[in-house]
């Protein structure tokens, strides 16, 4: 069955250093998605993307993040300068179907866990 | 503003028992739920989702769950439950109002199952 992979699995940074994370979606989907979750904490949605522009962005999304499909299967997140509150793990989704059909279902991958220190 | 509540941060139960995850959904109009499940190392897997329709939904797992609008609640349950069952369960709500289905999650149940 296809699956959204992630890599790395664990990142270690010091504060003030570019991270970017990177994702493979399934192959047929459009539309994806970054989310976080820091430890003890909801998960968070961060952007959606479609058609190489962003979609939607939450108040998280600032700046200093940036998202990019730079060629035709990889997703990546890209934070410029990192700081000790971005250590979170971050989930990369993706789908294919308009939301509310029934074959509607964001699919997760299994995140990277970024460590700032 | 949406949000999730998921009261129960960690649950405990026997192999067999039956099992009623709880979650309540804060949204305006009628919401589009879900529940996801997260075993060590893996993604977020969707067990079941509601969109319309039957309130009460089958998911994969032998999972249902049910949506109570006058409860704003979308309970998770499982009769008997299997050690492979253990895992974190995260309860979402769609946001109709974004463009490509922002999703609101609950703080996750992490699931003990005892042999």
């Known amino acids: 069955e296809p699956e959204v992979t992630q890599t790395p699995s664990h990142q270690v940074t010091q504060m003030g250093q570019e991270v970017i994370l990177r994702c493979v979606p399934i192959?047929?989907?459009?539309?994806f998605y970054w989310y976080r979750q820091i430890l003890g904490q909801k998960v968070e949605f961060l952007v959606s993307?479609?058609?190489?522009?962003?979609?939607?962005k939450s108040e998280i999304f600032d700046d200093q993040f940036s998202v990019e499909r730079p060629d035709g299967s990889n997703f990546t997140l890209k934070i410029r300068s990192t700081k000790l509150e971005d250590s979170a793990m971050y989930f990369c989704?993706?789908?294919?179907?308009?939301?509310?059909?029934?074959?509607?279902?964001?699919?997760f991958g299994p995140g990277t866990r970024l460590t700032v220190t | 503003a949406q949000s999730v509540t998921q009261p129960d941060i960690h649950i405990t139960v026997s192999e067999g028992a039956s099992l009623e995850l709880r979650c309540n959904y804060s949204?305006?109009?009628?919401?589009?739920l879900f529940w996801y499940v997260q075993s060590p190392g893996q993604g977020l897997q969707l067990l079941l989702k509601?969109?319309?329709?039957?309130?009460l939904v089958q998911g994969i797992k032998g999972f249902e769950a049910e949506f109570k609008r006058s409860q704003s609640s979308f309970n998770l349950r499982k009769p008997s439950v299997h050690w492979s069952d253990a895992a974190e369960y995260f309860c979402?709500?769609?946001?109709?109002?974004?463009?490509?289905?922002?999703?609101?999650f609950g703080r996750g149940t992490q699931l003990t199952v005892w042999p």
């Open positions: 989704a993706s789908t294919k179907g308009v939301s509310g059909g029934s074959s509607y279902e964001q699919y």
């Open positions: 192959s047929n989907h459009l539309y």
């Open positions: 993307f479609y058609n190489n522009e962003i979609s939607e």
């Open positions: 949204y305006g109009a009628t919401p589009y």
């Open positions: 509601y969109f319309s329709g039957d309130t």
């Open positions: 979402a709500v769609e946001d109709r109002g974004s463009t490509l289905g922002r999703l609101y």
